[in-house]
C-alpha cells in the first residue's frame, strides 16, 4: 500500500469516527487487527481490540460530542503516525478524571 493510500484509509477511519459511538465502533471492528497495540503519552500502551474499544466507548460517554481533526501525518512503510486535535463537551469520568464543575 502506498503513503498516499495509507493516509487516504487513515482519514476514512477518523471520518467514521467522527460520525458518533455507533460508526466509530464499526469502524474500529473494520480498521483494527485483534492485537492491536497503542502508545499513550502518559506511557500506558493499550493492547488489543477488546480493550481499545471498552476505552473508546468510555470516551464517547465522556465526550459524547467528541471530533477529530487531523494536523498531520507521517508514513514510512507499513507505519503511520497521526497528530490530532481532540474536541468534546467533558459530561462524565474518562480515565480517572471527571468532567469539569
Same mark, same amino acid.
Given at each position: 500500500?502506498?503513503?498516499?493510500?495509507?493516509? =487516504?484509509?487513515?482519514?476514512?477511519?477518523?471520518?467514521?469516527?467522527?460520525? +458518533?459511538?455507533? =460508526?466509530?465502533? =464499526?469502524?474500529?471492528?473494520?480498521?483494527?487487527?485483534?492485537?492491536?497495540?497503542?502508545?499513550?503519552?502518559?506511557?500506558?500502551?493499550?493492547?488489543?481490540?477488546?480493550?481499545?474499544?471498552?476505552?473508546?466507548?468510555?470516551?464517547?460517554? =465522556?465526550?459524547?460530542?467528541?471530533?477529530?481533526?487531523?494536523?498531520?501525518?507521517?508514513?514510512? +512503510?507499513?507505519?503511520?503516525?497521526?497528530?490530532?486535535?481532540?474536541?468534546?463537551?467533558?459530561?462524565?469520568?474518562?480515565? +480517572?478524571?471527571?468532567?469539569?464543575?
Amino acid at each position: 500500500m502506498s503513503a498516499k493510500e495509507i493516509k =487516504a484509509l487513515e482519514r476514512r477511519f477518523f471520518e467514521e469516527i467522527n460520525k +458518533g459511538k455507533a =460508526a466509530g465502533m =464499526a469502524a474500529m471492528d473494520e480498521f483494527y487487527a485483534n492485537d492491536f497495540l497503542m502508545h499513550l503519552s502518559t506511557g500506558e500502551d493499550i493492547r488489543g481490540l477488546k480493550n481499545i474499544k471498552q476505552v473508546v466507548s468510555e470516551e464517547y460517554s =465522556a465526550f459524547p460530542d467528541l471530533h477529530y481533526t487531523i494536523d498531520d501525518m507521517v508514513v514510512e +512503510g507499513n507505519k503511520v503516525a497521526v497528530r490530532l486535535i481532540a474536541i468534546g463537551t467533558h459530561k462524565g469520568e474518562f480515565m +480517572g478524571v471527571p468532567p469539569y464543575q
